[in-house]
Structure formats: structure tokens, C-alpha cells
């Protein structure tokens, strides 16, 4: 299997180079050359297998045996989820005879990022070592510079999956005072010499465009060797499939009649990847229903389904910025850029970077079918090149309306607001469940209660939880005041979070959000070396 950027360059990958690389040169993502099929006997031979036995069988139809073979990729997929607090990894839990939420905070920072991020750094680590391992003796080893930038999660998750490891630099651009306190201090707390945190003056926006800029400046990369841990990375695509078919087959097992049910996945959404890993699951052939896109008061996507355009700021006829429902830090607030501040911060996205990813797809799809595979390829990444340059010149690209409709054949999109994600919280904890969900959670939770009177009686819907609700605590709080049966610290605060907050901790603001500040920031306390690869997160 090889990967290619979606803007057309002609270069094609390995996985290992694809994975150090990240972002392409040309501003693309890197894709894999075909989406492969499961195998014909996939749901008998699967049905059994743990989240580690369906990890390496995942994996496997991406990641060629002579890059990595089989007994190496199960110690890693192994070494990573050996991490996590729950047997499953990933559970599946029951809210209702209708409604289920998939668990994927049992990591080691208590979100979804965990799943992935712990992979690829044990994947950097041991493509460095087998790349070090060939060196002349008294010759410089190659060192990873990591960049990455985060709304909340990433960095924590990032950090810990590469904290200390042999080698490897990291440096997590955050918006200053933009993630919720315990998020902050999750990053900021992680002292290891390796781990460099960087509070920018701006926006997640601001924070990804800076990492997108230094990749794209070829003498600081060559210089640094950069590569990503961000959703931009395909591995962390690739790591997030697998709970898609761990999930439909614990599911299958709580059904008396399997085969009659439709699996409606509804996912809180932001950057666009974990729903993104759920397409890439579709298309490989699990049987499951149109996707939920749930999105917060910043819902670029949740527009582009209904009208077609993709675009920073809505231009529909009498269309105004709505003010905040309030954010974890309890600003209310919309940025002068157009991010509005929210609840569910980690989804306080103006552009979802992996929707270029699905683009991609859509594009190829609606290319002239009577041209060869290499034709339509090339014809699809020429239009996503200009696509993309439009967005980032205008603001904005308007898609043509067969390509809104193949959208629209696969997914579903729905806003939420603050006052909606308060009134789910609560809703749910006062249900029989007595489920507490974080307020990103809680936007799947509305988007699919939303859509669950217009589905047929078989379906049943899973919801990603994508973070635990302790690490949102004002909005959890917000939400359940007044009800005498909630103790946030007797039934959500998590003993690893206790005293947290009154720790040392180390960081790096940024008074501007200017890729020279970064630059000078990196080129002081990366270590260099004579050959570096890099990787941004």
C-alpha cells in the first residue's frame, strides 16, 4: 500500500514515510492509493476478536508485513493500549433500548485522542530506533521535532504518548486561555525535559495555521525534518477505524435479531477526524448507516450540508454571528476571526482540516467515469487544489450539487447550541442511565435524539464520547446545579485529576500569533541533530 496527497503531487509513499511526513509538500493529505476491502469472511473470523486482535487485523490491510510485520505491529498495537484503564479500550454503553455511547476516554488522558495518539508514538519511536539501528558507530542518530497544534485534547494526548521518548522533541501550540483549566494543565504539568508548551495569543485557527505554515516552509522543514501527530497524520485516521468495528460487533451482541437493525453512528465533530475514521469504515464495508456530523455554534460543516458551501463565515441572506452560550472558561464570546467560543471547546474549529480528506472521495466519485483510475485521480486532486485554494484566498468554495448529494448519500449534519448541550447533560443524568456526558458528548447526544424520530424503528444509534466530563467541569457543573443527587466529586472527578490543577508547571507564551515567534521558540530548545524527521500532532 502507498499514500498520496490529495492535492495531486506524484510522489507516492510507504506507510512509514507517510506517517514521519504528515502534511505533503503541495498542502495535501496523504491518502492510501485504494481503500481496501475486508476480507469475505471478515464478520465470522472478527466477531470474537479484542480491540487489539481487530487493531492488527485493521491495520494489517494498510500497512504492508515487509514494512512492519506481524509480530511488530501486534507488540505495538499492544505496548499502546496497554495504557488504558478499561479491558475493552473501548466500551460500549447501554443509555437506552435505542441509544448507545461509545466510551473512548479510558486513556491515559481521559479523551479519544488517546486512541491514536498512543500508537503513532509508539510508531515514531520505533521507526526511529529501526532507522538509528543502521547508523556507523559515532555517527549522529535521527531525532523527531514534533509540532502540533490543539484545541484541548490533542496536546495532552500527544504529549503523553511521547513525553520522554529517546530522540523526539514535541512542541503543542494551544490558544491561550481557550482550553479548559483541567486541559491546560494536563499539557503543562508534563515536565520531561522533551516536552516544550506553547501558549499562543489567538485561536485554534491561528495555533493550526501556524503548524500548516511550517511545514509548508521547505527550509525550516528540511532544517527540522518536521512531521505531524495531528488528525492531518493518517495513522491517526487508520488507529480510529478500529472502534467503529469494535462497537458494531459488541452491539451485534446485545441484539436478539442482529441482521434486522441499521447502526446509526452520530459523532461530536470538529476537525473532522473521528467521524472521518467511521467513512474510511463504511467504505471498507461495514454495514452501518449514515453518519451524524455534530457540530457546536461553529458549524462550517454542519452548513455545507445544507447548502453545499464550505465556507469560514456564513453568507446566506440576512445571516449574523450568533453569540456564544458561554465558553469552560465562562467568556461569551465571539473571536474577531470568527471562532465563537462554546461549551464544548475542543469543537471551537473554523476550518475542519480532514474534510479535504472526504472531499477528496467526493471528487473522485464525481469524476468522468469513463476515464482510467490514475485519470480520475489526477482529475480529483487538481480539483481539490483549487477547491482548497479558493477557500484559503476567498474564504470559501461552493460545491457542485452532485457532489452535495454524494455528501449527503453517506452523512447527516446537525448544529447544536450551548443551551441544547446544558439541557442534554441534564437530561440524560436524570434519565435512567444516570449517564453523566461531557459536553461534547452531550452534541452527539442532542444531534441523535434530534434525528431519532425520523429514523426507521430499527435503527439504533451509537454516539462517540469522545472526552470524560470531568475535564469540563464548569459546563458539567453548569448543567446539574441544583440537582440534589449530583457530587462532581464524588461521582465524575477521576482520583488522577485530584490536585492537578495546584502542580508545577512549564510553558512558553507566545504574545502574537506569528510563525517567526514559533520558529524562534523551536530552533531554541529542539535538539539538533545532523539528520532530524519531524512530526506534527
Keep these: 500500500m502507498k499514500y498520496f496527497s490529495t492535492r495531486g503531487a506524484d510522489q507516492l509513499l510507504s506507510f512509514e514515510e507517510t506517517v514521519l511526513a504528515g502534511l505533503a509538500p503541495d498542502g495535501g493529505l496523504y491518502i492510501p492509493e485504494h481503500v481496501p476491502s475486508l476480507p469475505a469472511e471478515w464478520q465470522t473470523a472478527w466477531k470474537d476478536f479484542s480491540f487489539v486482535d481487530l487493531s492488527v487485523a485493521v491495520l494489517s490491510l494498510y500497512i504492508s508485513p515487509e514494512e512492519i510485520s506481524q509480530s511488530e505491529l501486534r507488540a505495538l498495537v499492544e505496548k499502546s493500549y496497554s495504557t488504558f484503564r478499561h479491558p475493552?479500550?473501548?466500551?460500549?454503553?447501554?443509555?437506552?433500548?435505542?441509544?448507545?455511547?461509545?466510551?473512548?476516554?479510558?486513556?491515559?488522558?481521559?479523551?479519544?485522542k488517546d486512541v491514536a495518539l498512543q500508537l503513532l508514538g509508539n510508531l515514531f519511536e520505533f521507526f526511529l530506533k529501526r532507522r538509528n539501528a543502521t547508523k556507523a558507530p559515532g555517527e549522529r542518530p535521527e531525532k523527531l521535532t514534533v509540532v502540533g497544534a490543539t484545541s484541548g485534547d490533542t496536546g495532552s494526548a500527544a504529549i503523553y504518548g511521547l513525553r520522554n521518548k529517546?530522540?523526539?522533541?514535541?512542541?503543542?501550540?494551544?490558544?491561550?486561555?481557550?482550553?479548559?483549566?483541567?486541559?491546560?494543565?494536563?499539557?503543562?504539568?508534563?515536565?520531561?525535559?522533551?516536552?516544550h508548551n506553547l501558549a499562543v495569543k489567538g485561536t485554534f485557527d491561528d495555533c493550526q495555521d501556524i503548524v500548516k505554515s511550517l511545514f509548508a516552509d521547505r527550509e525550516f522543514n528540511t532544517a527540522h525534518r518536521l512531521g505531524?501527530?495531528?488528525?492531518?497524520?493518517?495513522?491517526?485516521?487508520?488507529?480510529?477505524?478500529?472502534?467503529?468495528?469494535?462497537?458494531?460487533?459488541?452491539?451485534?451482541?446485545?441484539?436478539?435479531?442482529?441482521?434486522?437493525?441499521?447502526?446509526?453512528?452520530?459523532?461530536?465533530?470538529?476537525?473532522?477526524?473521528?467521524?472521518?475514521?467511521?467513512?474510511?469504515?463504511?467504505?471498507?464495508?461495514?454495514?452501518?448507516?449514515?453518519?451524524?456530523?455534530?457540530?457546536?455554534?461553529?458549524?462550517?460543516?454542519?452548513?455545507?450540508?445544507?447548502?453545499?458551501?464550505?465556507?469560514?463565515v456564513d453568507s446566506s441572506a440576512g445571516a449574523s454571528v450568533p453569540a456564544a452560550g458561554g465558553a469552560s472558561d465562562g467568556k461569551q464570546a465571539t473571536d474577531a476571526s470568527g471562532v465563537r467560543?462554546?461549551?464544548?471547546?475542543?469543537?471551537?474549529i473554523l476550518v475542519s482540516s480532514n474534510f479535504e480528506r472526504l472531499l477528496w472521495y467526493l471528487a473522485f466519485e464525481g469524476a468522468a467515469q469513463g476515464d482510467d483510475v490514475a485519470a480520475r485521480r489526477k482529475a480529483a486532486s487538481a480539483t481539490i487544489a483549487d477547491w482548497m485554494s479558493k477557500v484559503k484566498s476567498d474564504g470559501r468554495v461552493q460545491v457542485p450539487v452532485a457532489v452535495l448529494e454524494l455528501a449527503r448519500r453517506d452523512f447527516f449534519a446537525e448544529r447544536v447550541s450551548d443551551e441544547e448541550t446544558l439541557e442534554t447533560i441534564k437530561y440524560y443524568?436524570?434519565?435512567?442511565?444516570?449517564?453523566?456526558?461531557d459536553p461534547h458528548t452531550a452534541v452527539g447526544l442532542c444531534a441523535a435524539r434530534r434525528v431519532a424520530a425520523q429514523n426507521p424503528p430499527q435503527t439504533r444509534q451509537v454516539v462517540l464520547s469522545t472526552a470524560h466530563?470531568?475535564?469540563?467541569?464548569?459546563?458539567?457543573?453548569?448543567?446539574?446545579?441544583?440537582?440534589?443527587?449530583?457530587?462532581?466529586?464524588?461521582?465524575?472527578?477521576?482520583?488522577?485529576?485530584?490536585?492537578?490543577?495546584e502542580r508545577e508547571r512549564r510553558v512558553i507564551d507566545v504574545e502574537a500569533a506569528q510563525v517567526d515567534l514559533v520558529k524562534k521558540v523551536i530552533e531554541k530548545f529542539a535538539v539538533p541533530a545532523a539528520s532530524e524527521v519531524g512530526a506534527s500532532v
Design 469 to 501: 466530563p470531568a475535564k469540563f467541569s464548569e459546563a458539567v457543573t453548569r448543567a446539574l446545579q441544583g440537582s440534589s443527587s449530583f457530587n462532581f466529586e464524588r461521582d465524575v472527578l477521576p482520583a488522577e485529576f485530584k490536585g492537578l490543577l
Design 429 to 437: 443524568f436524570e434519565s435512567d442511565a444516570h449517564y453523566i456526558a
Design 341 to 348: 467560543e462554546t461549551l464544548s471547546p475542543a469543537m471551537d
Design 166 to 195: 529517546a530522540n523526539i522533541s514535541i512542541f503543542i501550540l494551544h490558544p491561550k486561555g481557550r482550553v479548559s483549566p483541567i486541559q491546560e494543565a494536563q499539557m503543562t504539568t508534563v515536565t520531561d525535559a522533551n516536552v
Design 88 to 112: 475493552d479500550v473501548t466500551p460500549l454503553k447501554k443509555l437506552n433500548d435505542k441509544t448507545y455511547v461509545l466510551e473512548l476516554f479510558h486513556g491515559p488522558t481521559f479523551a479519544f
Design 228 to 312: 505531524a501527530v495531528n488528525s492531518i497524520n493518517w495513522a491517526r485516521i487508520l488507529a480510529q477505524t478500529v472502534y467503529y468495528f469494535l462497537s458494531y460487533f459488541h452491539l451485534r451482541r446485545q441484539l436478539p435479531n442482529p441482521d434486522e437493525v441499521e447502526i446509526q453512528y452520530v459523532v461530536p465533530t470538529g476537525n473532522f477526524g473521528d467521524i472521518l475514521a467511521g467513512y474510511y469504515a463504511k467504505r471498507m464495508g461495514l454495514p452501518i448507516g449514515r453518519l451524524g456530523v455534530a457540530t457546536n455554534a461553529n458549524d462550517i460543516l454542519a452548513r455545507f450540508w445544507k447548502s453545499g458551501a464550505y465556507e469560514k
